[in-house]
């Protein structure tokens, strides 16, 4: 997986690749993220919510 598809989302609607429009600060581990879709047929704009599940390894401070 290269890092320009590593990043990138589907538009739910029809399936193309969609880009980050804004992202907004929910909390340190949360965001939240609209997206418009990159078909121009479509043009659909949707939210996503990026945040930690779980730590694998956590620094200890």
């Known amino acids: 997986m290269d890092l320009k598809t590593a990043h990138s989302f589907r538009c739910p609607e029809c399936n193309h690749r969609a880009k980050i429009v804004t992202t907004k600060v ?3 581990e949360t965001r939240e993220k609209y997206y418009q879709c990159m078909n121009v047929y479509c ?3 949707f939210v996503t ?3 930690v599940d779980r730590w694998i390894v956590k620094t200890k401070k």
């Open 43 to 45: 043009s659909s704009t």
């Open 49 to 51: 919510y990026e945040m």
């Open 26 to 28: 929910i909390t340190t």
